[in-house]
């Protein structure tokens, strides 16, 4: 790309224009993540990067100003830059008068240049952490994003940040500071390495074709349009090439993945499982589903995870089992972002599809196959070396081998259909050496294509690293942490939960004799990037008393680190107690209503009738106060 190409200002001299041209190609990069940052998400990931590109590209003649403002010490060499590249991207998200709220914005306002045929572009996608900024990121104004953007990835002052934004036309620039400073300090420094992430560079891109399968029907149609011309123009007799031969398997193009791949590549997931199962030559069986997945017939029943798009395969996609189960056909593709089963039986066509997008060794080790009378058949992945099933519900009992065929279909799986706390089962299975030595993991059905990944996070000072990382739930304290909370896991979200984390924040003496309780807040991610949570409190010999359900939120996660909670307890004695408690940052609990008590520590037990009103706020080793969770925003504000 020659970027003296692209414009000439008329006011500047040469000099001045080749120097914002030398700090654009220097600066190209943090440029257009600074575009691509604050566009609206609206516009979709392959339209906010082409308009990040064409915005930075076309911001050199706003960047050479006619008279150079003098050199003083402090002065921002990349001011100029900085302040075109916002300026464009803030028009781009003004509504065009009387433009309906919360509409995309037109077609027209995406600048035309660079112009990509053909193919779809996107940043490579990030994890659940990404997913959870940019949701923050999203609710924000425009110019908040732009202000946070600026401060926290450009490294610019809240002075500086104010006057790009000043400058670039916004109005209200103080208060576009004060809210993405509000962001900045709840999110913490980790946002910092999340910023600078794949997810958010539109100059690392992954090329992918548009929609073969409409594209294919629309050369068609061109092509009989052409051929009826020319038959009625020419006269012609016969023309024996006017289109693709319809009867050409579809399964022709499908991806085949050697049987050995999973064991020589770094990226084990569902792009290294090979095609298995008695069927995988059937073309006719292949063929019949990849018909039902580009457009289903009617009466296919289509089962579709949230947050899934129901499209046609995009590209030719992986084939990942085609074989008889049970009696009936079941065919197994991957897309690269999607899991599509289809399945044959006496009522019909069944179509189920569910995203799987940067699933990893544990999320990517099963998939459902069937569900037939309360039970689960599984198809393991090919690194899975050892399987078995474990009742979550007895945490001393040992997990039960579990059979699975050369195809790697387990035998029936029984499957929990809520309503009391007799069983839980979940799926134990351990990785081959050649991926990770003595690995193992545990897998819960929750009614999805792909069973949840279940990890655990222990109390503060119980061997958990100060980063507070979640670990494999496979230990004894975590089979009885899920022992007391596995009955409760249907409230986690159900289809389309990625992983299911139970963190203990807090531990408490209960009075009057009332034992020992753990607080725990569970923590189901999904494959979209929200998080639903359940805390609870749990003693010995009882299940996990349910304190609080919400849903769509960041705390207890990366970016919601705190937490407090609180409920009304009645002890062994008959008195009733309000209970509180935080996370290890709680240096004070404050309780406040029809009953007001301070104390110090992560705890708090007073006694109040049972029908009290009341609210808990807690206060950080850094000096912010936290709300407690469910009553609104769950991260910490400055007092």
Same mark, same amino acid.
């Given at each position: 790309?020659?970027?003296? &190409?692209?414009?000439?200002?008329?006011h500047?001299s040469?000099?001045?224009?080749?120097?914002a041209?030398r700090?654009?190609?220097?600066?190209?990069?943090?440029l257009?993540r600074?575009?691509y940052?604050?566009? *609206?998400a609206?516009?979709?990931?392959?339209r906010?990067?082409l308009a990040?590109?064409?915005?930075?590209q076309? &911001?050199?003649?706003?960047?050479?100003?006619?008279?150079?403002?003098?050199?003083?010490?402090g002065t921002?060499p990349?001011r100029?830059?900085?302040?075109a590249?916002?300026?464009?991207?803030?028009?781009? $998200?003004r509504?065009?008068?009387l433009w309906?709220?919360?509409?995309?914005?037109?077609?027209?306002?995406?600048?035309?240049?660079p112009?990509?045929?053909?193919?779809?572009?996107?940043?490579r996608?990030?994890?659940?952490?990404?997913?959870?900024?940019?949701?923050?990121? &999203?609710?924000?104004?425009?110019?908040?994003r732009?202000a946070?953007?600026?401060?926290?990835?450009?490294?610019?002052?809240?002075?500086?940040?104010?006057?790009?934004?000043?400058a670039?036309?916004?109005? =209200?620039a103080?208060?576009?500071?004060r809210?993405?400073?509000?962001l900045?300090?709840?999110?913490?420094t980790?946002?910092?390495?999340?910023?600078?992430?794949?997810?958010?560079?539109?100059?690392?891109?992954?090329?992918?074709?548009? =929609?073969?399968?409409?594209r294919?029907?629309?050369?068609r149609?061109?092509?009989?349009?052409?051929?009826?011309?020319?038959?009625?123009a020419?006269?012609?007799a016969?023309v024996?090439?006017?289109?693709p031969d319809?009867?050409?398997?579809?399964?022709?193009g499908?991806?085949?993945?050697?049987?050995g791949?999973?064991?020589?590549? &770094?990226?084990?997931?569902?792009?290294?499982?090979?095609?298995?199962?008695?069927?995988?030559?059937?073309r006719a069986?292949?063929?019949?589903a990849?018909?039902?997945?580009?457009?289903p017939p009617?009466?296919?029943?289509?089962?579709?995870?949230?947050g899934?798009?129901a499209d046609?395969?995009?590209r030719?996609?992986?084939?990942?089992?085609?074989?008889?189960?049970?009696?009936?056909?079941?065919?197994?593709?991957h897309d690269g972002q999607?899991l599509?089963?289809?399945?044959?039986?006496?009522?019909?066509?069944?179509?189920?599809?569910?995203?799987v997008d940067?699933?990893?060794?544990?999320?990517?080790?099963?998939v459902v196959?069937?569900e037939r009378?309360?039970?689960?058949?599984?198809?393991l992945?090919?690194?899975?070396?050892?399987s078995?099933?474990?009742d979550?519900?007895r945490p001393?009992a040992?997990?039960?081998?579990?059979?699975?065929?050369?195809d790697?279909?387990?035998?029936?799986?029984?499957?929990?259909?809520?309503?009391?706390c007799?069983?839980?089962?979940?799926?134990? @299975?351990?990785?081959? !050496?050649?991926?990770?030595?003595?690995?193992?993991?545990?897998?819960?059905?929750l009614g999805?294509?792909?069973?949840?990944?279940l990890?655990?996070t222990?109390?503060?000072?119980?061997?958990s690293?100060?980063a507070?990382? !979640?670990?494999?739930?496979?230990?004894p304290a975590?089979?009885?942490?899920w022992?007391r909370t596995? $009955?409760? @896991?249907?409230?986690?979200g159900?289809?389309?939960?990625?992983?299911?984390?139970?963190?203990?924040?807090?531990?408490?003496?209960? *009075?009057?004799?009332?034992g020992?309780?753990?607080?725990? $807040?569970?923590?189901?991610?999904?494959?979209?990037? !929200?998080?639903n949570?359940?805390?609870?409190?749990?003693?010995?010999?009882?299940?996990?008393?349910?304190?609080t359900?919400?849903r769509?939120?960041?705390?207890c996660?990366r970016f919601?680190?705190?937490?407090v909670?609180r409920?009304?307890?009645k002890?062994?004695?008959?008195h009733?107690?309000?209970?509180a408690?935080?996370s290890?940052?709680?240096?004070?609990?404050?309780?406040t209503?029809?009953?007001?008590?301070?104390?110090?520590?992560?705890t708090?037990?007073?006694?109040?009738?049972?029908?009290?009103?009341?609210?808990?706020r807690?206060?950080?080793t850094?000096?912010?106060?936290?709300?407690?969770?469910?009553?609104?925003?769950?991260?910490?504000?400055?007092?």
């Amino acid at each position: 790309m020659v970027l003296s &190409s692209l414009s000439r200002s008329p006011h500047g001299s040469r000099g001045r224009l080749l120097h914002a041209e030398r700090r654009l190609a220097e600066r190209y990069a943090e440029l257009v993540r600074l575009a691509y940052l604050v566009l *609206p998400a609206s516009l979709g990931r392959h339209r906010r990067v082409l308009a990040a590109h064409s915005l930075v590209q076309r &911001s050199l003649p706003d960047a050479t100003p006619a008279v150079p403002a003098p050199r003083t010490p402090g002065t921002d060499p990349d001011r100029s830059l900085r302040v075109a590249v916002v300026r464009g991207a803030l028009a781009q $998200c003004r509504r065009p008068r009387l433009w309906p709220e919360g509409a995309r914005p037109p077609r027209l306002l995406v600048p035309r240049l660079p112009v990509v045929l053909g193919l779809r572009l996107a940043p490579r996608s990030g994890g659940a952490e990404e997913m959870a900024l940019g949701q923050a990121l &999203s609710d924000l104004s425009a110019p908040a994003r732009a202000a946070f953007v600026l401060l926290r990835v450009e490294g610019l002052t809240a002075d500086h940040t104010r006057g790009v934004l000043e400058a670039a036309g916004e109005a =209200d620039a103080q208060v576009a500071v004060r809210q993405a400073a509000r962001l900045d300090a709840s999110l913490g420094t980790a946002a910092e390495a999340v910023l600078t992430s794949d997810e958010f560079d539109a100059c690392t891109l992954r090329a992918r074709p548009t =929609d073969l399968v409409r594209r294919r029907r629309r050369v068609r149609v061109a092509g009989l349009a052409v051929l009826a011309g020319a038959l009625t123009a020419g006269g012609l007799a016969a023309v024996t090439h006017s289109a693709p031969d319809a009867r050409e398997p579809r399964s022709a193009g499908l991806v085949r993945v050697d049987p050995g791949a999973w064991a020589d590549t &770094s990226r084990v997931d569902f792009t290294a499982w090979p095609a298995r199962g008695d069927r995988v030559r059937d073309r006719a069986l292949l063929d019949r589903a990849l018909a039902v997945w580009a457009d289903p017939p009617s009466g296919t029943r289509i089962d579709r995870a949230p947050g899934t798009p129901a499209d046609p395969p995009p590209r030719a996609p992986r084939l990942l089992y085609a074989g008889s189960v049970g009696g009936h056909a079941v065919v197994v593709f991957h897309d690269g972002q999607r899991l599509v089963r289809y399945g044959e039986s006496g009522t019909g066509e069944r179509l189920a599809l569910a995203r799987v997008d940067d699933a990893d060794v544990t999320t990517a080790a099963a998939v459902v196959l069937e569900e037939r009378g309360g039970a689960v058949r599984y198809l393991l992945a090919p690194w899975v070396a050892e399987s078995s099933v474990r009742d979550l519900t007895r945490p001393d009992a040992p997990a039960q081998p579990l059979s699975v065929a050369r195809d790697g279909v387990t035998a029936p799986v029984p499957r929990w259909t809520g309503g009391g706390c007799g069983r839980r089962p979940a799926l134990q @299975l351990r990785s081959s !050496p050649a991926i990770a030595e003595h690995h193992a993991f545990l897998l819960a059905d929750l009614g999805g294509l792909t069973p949840a990944h279940l990890t655990y996070t222990p109390l503060p000072g119980h061997g958990s690293p100060p980063a507070r990382q !979640p670990r494999e739930a496979t230990g004894p304290a975590a089979l009885v942490a899920w022992g007391r909370t596995g $009955c409760d @896991l249907d409230s986690a979200g159900g289809s389309g939960v990625r992983a299911v984390n139970a963190w203990d924040f807090a531990e408490q003496d209960l *009075p009057d004799g009332g034992g020992h309780a753990v607080w725990t $807040c569970a923590r189901a991610d999904t494959w979209q990037g !929200p998080g639903n949570i359940t805390v609870s409190l749990r003693r010995p010999g009882k299940n996990a008393q349910v304190v609080t359900r919400v849903r769509s939120t960041a705390a207890c996660s990366r970016f919601g680190q705190h937490v407090v909670a609180r409920t009304h307890w009645k002890s062994p004695h008959g008195h009733w107690y309000v209970l509180a408690a935080g996370s290890r940052a709680v240096t004070s609990l404050t309780l406040t209503g029809d009953v007001s008590a301070t104390r110090s520590g992560h705890t708090l037990a007073v006694r109040a009738p049972k029908d009290a009103s009341t609210k808990v706020r807690a206060r950080l080793t850094s000096g912010e106060t936290l709300p407690e969770v469910g009553s609104g925003p769950s991260r910490g504000t400055r007092p």
